[in-house]
């Protein structure tokens, strides 16, 4: 089982309508969550973060964590074509050499005018 | 968010020379950065964390003899790609962490990439 999962997409939603993204992970352990954003050909950038059980809120964006069912979210409300992109879910795993962030594989989303 | 620099943005080299890329932090110190491989349509893969003043870290399946990476102070790290052959052609970006190395808040902010072709 992969660490951090993703469906890859695409993700196609209608300009101005609110795209779900969906994350399930493996390690209990985990603490610290991420959302990244790739544009392609570029490298990511750091979307919103989120450590704590519940809904974080940043502008259009709404990161969602459950621990106890291993999942993380990430809602964009009022899409728009400039959110086209790959979203890379990440996550903190501790290992011996102290905590390294994994990703997954990203998920594609497409707003159409 | 804080800025981490990398240079070069593309490389293209003939197989068998070397490369080598630059990652620094700009308005930061970094003891602990990394450096990451993403190949088309994939994610992006651990290659090594890189300590100021130590030896890097490698993660299994990296040749730390073909990836050299030197972390020579507190702001700059480099990875050198030596004798390089065409299927190392990838997108290589380097990562600097803001906090320290068992901070679970800590933030990895991302440089630009080097986008390396050998040919």
């Known amino acids: 089982q992969k660490e951090v999962e993703q469906n890859s997409g695409p993700l196609s939603v209608p300009e101005g309508a609110i795209a779900s993204l969906n994350c399930t992970y493996s390690d209990r352990v985990s603490q610290s969550f991420f959302w990244y954003r790739q544009y392609s050909g570029k490298s990511p950038e750091l979307i919103m973060s989120?450590?704590?059980?519940g809904d974080k809120e940043d502008g259009r964006f709404t990161a969602q964590l459950n621990k106890a069912s291993q999942y993380v979210s990430l809602l964009i409300r009022d899409s728009q074509p400039s959110d086209s992109a790959t979203y890379l879910c990440?996550?903190?795993?501790?290992?011996?050499?102290?905590?390294?962030?994994?990703f997954g594989t990203g998920t594609q989303l497409k707003v159409e005018l | 968010g804080a800025v981490v620099s990398q240079h070069p943005s593309w490389v293209i080299c003939k197989s068998g020379t070397s490369v080598k890329i630059e990652c620094r932090s700009l308005?930061?110190?970094?003891?602990?950065m990394f450096w990451y491989r993403q190949f088309p349509k994939q994610s992006l893969m651990l290659m090594a964390t890189s300590n100021e003043g130590s030896k890097a870290t490698y993660e299994q399946g990296v040749e730390k003899d073909k990836f050299l990476i030197n972390h020579a102070s507190l702001t700059l790290s480099t990875l050198t790609v030596t004798s390089a052959h065409p299927e190392d052609s990838s997108f290589y970006i380097c990562s600097a962490r803001v906090g320290g190395l068992a901070d679970s808040k800590n933030i990895q902010y991302f440089g630009a990439g080097t986008r390396l072709s050998v040919l």
């Open positions: 308005d930061f110190q970094a003891t602990t």
């Open positions: 989120i450590y704590s059980n």
């Open positions: 990440a996550l903190l795993i501790l290992t011996g050499g102290g905590n390294k962030l994994t």
